[in-house]
């Protein structure tokens, strides 16, 4: 079964220095991986997707993500945190059949963004 | 602009009864998607639907009930069998359903309705 892990709850990082926040995966065939991004009280905005081609890449609001096929990770990085940034991030990988878009969230990781 | 609209964005329903959450969508998308969000366990799907007149249980359907009238609609109904209802609810959109070996998945969200059981 496709499914994802965020294995912190919450990831606190100085304003400027670089964040990573992870995701492991397990899917069957070719993982189609997201991230969301979640600000409060309102919907999910995407971020970035991996479907095929290069392991880094790149998305919205200077993010970028490296996928690793040999870990089975799909980590989200940014270079240098905003205290703008702090939100709550969802990785995502899509479901089990190749004619439905509907997506398997993990349970989603706080950022917090320091001064 | 297009986009996804949910209505109403806050709700509180007494014990007992049912209450239908509003979710319209511009972007001519064919696909729809009911997830409710609880703290700490992220997004579950309810409910989909990938072309009008038809939907499809997702992996917490029971309590819930959907229509798919028109592709522009798709409006969720909690009802009193719903054993605990209170959560943040939220109605996604995507391009086209994947046909096999095509196309990405991306879904664009609605700001969510948060309904709230008294």
């Known amino acids: 079964a496709q499914s994802v892990a965020q294995p912190e709850d919450q990831v606190n990082v100085a304003e400027g220095n670089p964040l990573t926040v992870k995701c492991t995966y397990s899917?069957?065939?070719?993982?189609?991986l997201f991230w969301y991004v979640q600000y409060p009280n309102r919907g999910l905005q995407f971020l970035l997707k991996?479907?095929?081609?290069?392991?880094l890449v790149k998305g919205s609001y200077g993010f970028e993500a490296e996928f690793n096929k040999s870990q089975t990770s799909f980590h989200l990085k940014k270079p240098s945190a905003l205290v703008s940034d702090s939100a709550l991030y969802f990785c995502?990988?899509?479901?089990?059949?190749?004619?439905?878009?509907?997506?398997?969230f993990g349970t989603g990781t706080r950022l917090q963004v320091f001064p | 602009d297009g986009g996804i609209t949910q209505s109403p964005k806050y709700l509180f329903r007494k014990e007992g009864q049912n209450v239908t959450l509003s979710c319209e969508q511009n972007?001519?998308?064919?696909?729809m998607y009911w997830y409710r969000q609880d703290p700490g366990q992220g997004l579950r799907l309810i409910y989909y639907?990938?072309?009008?007149?038809?939907?499809q249980k997702g992996d917490i359907a029971e309590g819930y009930s959907v229509s798919r009238e028109k592709k522009e609609s798709f409006p969720l109904t909690v009802t009193s069998a719903q054993k605990n209802p209170t959560a943040f609810y939220l109605c996604?959109?995507?391009?086209?359903?994947?046909?096999?070996?095509?196309?990405?998945?991306?879904?664009?969200f609605g700001e969510g309705s948060r309904l709230t059981v008294l």
């Open positions: 991996y479907i095929t081609g290069d392991n």
């Open positions: 972007l001519n998308h064919d696909a």
């Open positions: 995502a990988v899509r479901g089990p059949t190749y004619n439905t878009d509907k997506l398997i």
């Open positions: 899917v069957s065939g070719n993982p189609y």
């Open positions: 639907s990938q072309i009008v007149n038809d939907f």
């Open positions: 996604a959109s995507s391009i086209p359903p994947l046909r096999q070996g095509a196309g990405n998945g991306e879904l664009f």
